[in-house]
């Protein structure tokens, strides 16, 4: 992905479509039961953090994982997997202790990921969920008439048609390339977590 701007990967995305798919995303990611699954999302956070040329301190993190997963390995339960200098280490005070260090480092890299120091809140926030909805009305409606032979083309055929929308002229064809570039990073950032919980819960 192209780099835009001084805000990295996602330069061409609002700070309100980034606040907006990291707060979808945080249910997702505090229900996930999947240690794989969130140490992955974690791994992505830390990833798309740096991408977009945020400031990244790695040590306290990694302090505050290590102490949360050793002082969860102190109270064992559960199958003995491992003995290290004396240390009983079962799985399940193994698995709770990734789950909930990985929760709270996973959480400040999402949430230095999605709150950039531009973010103007309620304005540019109610806009970008506004017009969100606004673009996936006609999304709806217009799906059936957009044509195309497979998924893929007719939304080509969709996008290309809500290029021309002029939303009663109060929105300019700049901003609207905007918006709609963010909607589709909510739509996406969000998705892809939801479809992480999901794929775990099925």
Known sequence: MKRTGSFGVFGSVSAGALFTGGLLSIPAFLLQEDVRLKALQTACYLVLTLLCRRKVKILPPVIAFLSILGMNLLTPYGRVVASVFGLTITEGALIQGLQKALT??????????????????????????????????????????????????RLDNLLTRLETLDTAGQIKRTEKNRLLSDMVFVVLFAGCNWAAFGYYAV
């Open 104 to 153: 709270l480092v996973g959480l400040v890299y999402l949430s230095r990921l999605s709150i950039r120091e531009d973010l103007q809140l309620p304005g540019r926030f109610g806009q970008v969920i506004g017009n969100t909805f606004y673009y996936f009305e006609h999304l709806m409606e217009d799906w059936k008439r957009a044509g195309g032979t497979g998924v893929f083309s």
